[in-house]
């Protein structure tokens, strides 16, 4: 493999290489920061790199295999134990690593986080290299990712436009080839959103299966962890690493009857499929015609492999943007004011900090009572199907600086145009997953949406899968920027 296939090959082909002693951690390592090095001035996909830590991270992983995985202090067998041994990570700006900061795209932070988060650690226990940490826009708020501190990271596919957010930067680093994946999260559809947007596969994850700690919860139980990757299975062996419940987190999901890395590797069978184009009503948004035509191209893929694919809205009902609206900016006006400095945030931020100070305490509890019923309304389409399949994204990526100047409304508006089909499944915290579905005319990448039954990864790894062998979108890569 040249030096360009390794850079696109994935964790789970990085860590077949490493175990066959193909490749060593440090060569891997040193072959990332050095695409990191030229690309960032154009990308800013990074907001730090942790070079030096790095290097002596991939030395100590080179170590430990040349030991036979084993050490004095653990006897760990570094196939079952640490599969992602010598294998380089990045981690999204919102999620903790020791002794660095926890930015949240924003100087209004505080002091450098004393452990790692949960997530980071188990990555670690698997033996994970950290590379660096990612661009977020301010608090994570947005689905593009520009913020007064930090400056605007950038697509691979076009410079001139939006990774997508909040894991923005993720999704650009792992789309430019500068590490083989990269943690995110997903509040309103932040990794399945710029996962769109660059071309990769997103799994939002259900909620409880990848731990949030330190934080017991987040927005109001709208966010999770997760990763954004190039192909499915290296979203499968995160899943096996990192997915299980911690004494912090509140929610936690069953485990599942079979490990991930065996669902995507396993045929789903014939499946019922529904699709559906229909937006939840409130929202004003025009489907982009080649969004469109990617779902239709989909559907048509689905029903050549076999499945039962029909047309079957979702059940939104009138009032399911208000069970998303008021945990959403009641959870930013929580992280502002739990920020150290809260009066250097940006403008607009503070304009969304005050939306939340409208959603009372009271108003609160009721909008998450009513969580249980939102949510069996919604799931009925799966009364009589396996999985619903919609448009990712109504929009290709917005250009850089389309939002600049505007206000925490107008802005709120505008981008709920842009991506009326993701936060909805946050609010029943249920699977979902975007799925590459080729290119615009324009060029750009174009995605579906897949979403899974309640606890159900594992339907939406296997078809994803599936969908992946039959077109496959991993060996396809932006433009060489680096």
């Known amino acids: 493999m040249d030096v360009s296939e390794i850079a696109f090959a994935g964790i789970a082909r990085q860590a077949e290489l490493l175990a066959a002693g193909e490749l060593s951690s440090r060569e891997l390592v040193e072959l990332y920061l050095r695409r990191i090095e030229r690309a960032q001035p154009r990308l800013n996909a990074f907001r730090v790199v942790f070079a030096e830590r790095a290097l002596m991270e991939a030395d100590q992983a080179d170590a430990r295999r040349a030991a036979g995985g084993r050490r004095k202090d ?82 691979p596919w076009d410079l001139q436009r939006t990774p997508g ?3 923005g930067g993720s999704a650009a680093a792992v789309a430019a080839g500068l590490v083989g994946a990269a943690l995110g999260s997903d509040g309103a559809g932040s990794i399945r959103i710029p996962a769109a947007w660059c071309g990769l596969f997103g799994l939002k994850p259900q909620r409880g299966r990848v731990p949030l700690a330190p934080r017991p919860r987040a927005w109001h139980g709208l966010s999770v962890n997760g990763v954004l990757t190039r192909r499915v299975a290296d979203t499968a062996l995160f899943a096996d690493v990192a997915s299980g419940p911690s004494d912090v987190d509140l929610d936690s999901a069953p485990p599942p009857s079979v490990s991930f890395m065996q669902a995507a590797a396993t045929p789903p069978g014939r499946l019922r499929i529904a699709f559906s184009t229909r937006l939840p009503p409130g929202v004003i948004s025009k489907l982009d015609g080649d969004a469109a035509r ?3 191209q989909t559907v048509e893929l689905l029903r050549s492999l076999g499945h ?15 069970g998303l609206i008021p945990r959403y900016v009641r959870g930013v006006r929580d992280d502002a004011h739990a920020m150290p400095h809260p009066e250097r945030l940006e403008r607009r931020t503070r304009g969304m900090a005050r939306l939340g100070d409208l959603v009372a305490p009271a108003l609160l509890a009721r909008v998450l ?7 069996q309304r919604l799931n009925r389409v799966f009364d009589d199907h396996d999985v619903l399949i919609t ?35 946050n609010v029943t915290g249920q699977p979902a997953a975007s799925v590459p579905a080729g290119f615009g005319a324009d060029g750009l990448p174009r995605a579906v949406q897949l979403v899974g039954r309640p606890n159900d990864e594992t339907t939406l790894l296997s078809l994803a899968a599936q969908i992946e062998a039959e077109r496959p979108w991993a060996q396809l890569h932006p433009p060489e920027i680096v």
């Open 294 to 296: 990617a779902l239709a």
């Open 165 to 167: 957010g909040s894991s």
């Open 369 to 375: 009572a009513g969580e249980a019923e939102l949510a």
């Open 391 to 425: 448009p990712a994204t109504a929009t290709p990526p917005p250009r850089i600086g389309l939002l600049h100047g505007r206000g925490a409304l107008w802005t709120l508006n505008a981008v709920a145009g842009m991506v009326p089909y993701n936060g909805v499944w």
């Open 74 to 155: 653990d006897g760990a067998d570094t196939a079952a134990q640490r599969p992602l041994l010598g294998v380089p990570f990045a981690v999204k700006d919102d999620i903790d690593v020791a002794g660095e900061v926890t930015t949240f795209g924003t100087n209004a932070h505080g002091d450098a986080a004393r452990a790692d988060a949960e997530v980071v650690r188990r990555l670690r226990a698997a033996g994970a290299v950290i590379v660096g940490k990612t661009n977020v826009p301010e608090l994570c708020i947005w689905p593009f990712t520009e913020s007064a501190t930090f400056g605007a990271t950038r697509n």
């Open 308 to 322: 039962e694919v029909t047309e079957c809205d979702p059940d939104y009902g009138a009032g399911v943007i208000a």
